[in-house]
């Protein structure tokens, strides 16, 4: 049984003026990126590409929560990403998504996975990514920037994040960090994991990109969550009803759809039968130009292949 698939202050580069203007940096540093040599994909293997506001984008997307430790499981398994996720191993599997085709990251902006980042493209490697503003930086404003001067392709608004504003009635200030992106010149867009936020969104016509559509609401209250559940819940609660009604929303938006949590944190996992029917279930709501994120654990699995096989049978089954 494959095991651990999941999905989901400043930081200066060195070599970077943070004085300078941000789009001037982040577009010295693709064009740096752009001169280095491609890592080669294997034959048949590699996922389609996709456009994403210029830039040609694998349709799937390694995720970053198992290289930051959040397995959305258990503390132990947490513990046992953190553990196995040193700067060598969480640099292995950015090559070997590389090599299988997977050109993209989506990670959070915060400063361990930048400094790693950095570090891996200083060694040649040329994965695009996509940031996630990271909560514990006071200044979101100022973390976004900082993702664009490290060459980010896109940004989003941490959905948990979102969904905490649209819960304390204070969605607005929401679309104040998206004009900051699209200040510095990246790609927009706004994480959630609650289907009425895109409702909101669409209705009032936000000036964004992309949206981050988690398929399972995790961040519904546990009043809620226990009363669908039956039972007592004071955590996060994997509702599959939710899948249906969040990519329901995905097909609706004429805006580009990240969409993660496709596994359900392993729980979609219990066979490659069981992956690809989660796989076929996305794939019949998204729209040709939207992508499916999903966080690799290569511990005792070879999820990269694996991962991309899955995915190309699903496309081509729907």
Request: glycine residues 8%.
């Amino acid at each position: 049984m494959p095991k651990g698939l999941t999905r989901a202050g400043r930081y200066n580069q060195p070599g970077i003026d943070m004085a300078d203007s941000t789009v001037s940096r982040r577009d010295a540093l693709l064009a740096a990126l752009a001169a280095r040599p491609a890592v080669a994909a294997l034959p048949g293997a590699a996922p389609p590409l996709i456009d994403f506001g210029g830039h040609k984008v694998s349709r799937l997307i390694v995720g970053g929560n198992p290289v930051s430790g959040n397995s959305h499981v258990s503390r132990d398994q947490d513990r046992a990403m953190r553990d196995y996720f040193t700067t060598a191993n969480a640099k292995a599997l950015l090559r070997a998504c590389e090599s299988a085709g997977i050109n993209t990251w989506q990670s959070r902006g915060d400063r361990h996975i930048m400094r790693l980042l950095n570090e891996y493209r200083l060694e040649g490697g040329r994965i695009q990514w996509i940031g996630q503003t990271a909560s514990e930086i006071a200044d979101t404003s100022a973390n976004i920037r900082d993702m664009a001067a490290l060459g980010a392709i896109g940004a989003y608004h941490h959905g948990s994040r979102t969904d905490a504003h649209w819960y304390a009635g204070t969605i607005e200030k929401v679309g104040d960090y998206l004009k900051t992106a699209r200040q510095a010149g990246l790609r927009v867009g706004l994480g959630t994991h609650i289907p009425e936020v895109v409702d909101y969104v669409e209705t009032h016509d936000w000036d964004l990109d992309f949206y981050m559509t988690a398929v399972y609401n995790l961040t519904r209250k546990k009043e809620e969550a226990s009363k669908l559940a039956g039972r007592p819940i004071d955590g996060e609660f994997f509702y599959d009803p939710d899948r249906e009604r969040m990519l329901e929303r995905v097909r609706k938006t004429s805006r580009q759809c990240l969409i993660f949590k496709v596994y359900g944190a392993t729980r979609k996992c219990g066979s490659r039968e069981d992956m690809l029917a989660a796989l076929r279930l996305v794939f019949r709501y998204a729209k040709p130009n939207d992508a499916v994120v999903i966080g690799m654990y290569p511990k005792e699995s070879e999820q990269v292949k694996e991962n991309c096989a899955i995915l190309n049978q699903a496309i081509q089954s729907v």
